[in-house]
């Protein structure tokens, strides 16, 4: 039962890193920015929100693959 659980939280982390971290932050932070560029508004807002979403959602992501796959290797080890 704990090797389940802990593959279970192997295939969270990365699940979590892919969606979370590469389509969710990564794209959607690239998207933001060419949007603002493409708008030719240049509001420093959106394209600093999109500039957060691209640096700080990732890295933020990948932290939370990386405490996931800890989680899940240390009870598979139980």
Known sequence: MKLLLGFLFLVAAVAAFFY???WLCFIGGIMD???VIK???YVG???A???LKL???TLGS???TVMLAKV???VMKE
């Open 20 to 22: 979370l971290g590469i």
């Open 33 to 35: 920015i060419i949007e």
């Open 39 to 41: 708008a030719n508004t």
């Open 45 to 47: 807002e959106d394209f």
């Open 49 to 51: 929100v999109g500039l």
């Open 55 to 57: 640096i700080g959602g």
């Open 62 to 64: 990948f932290i939370l």
């Open 72 to 74: 899940g290797l240390a």
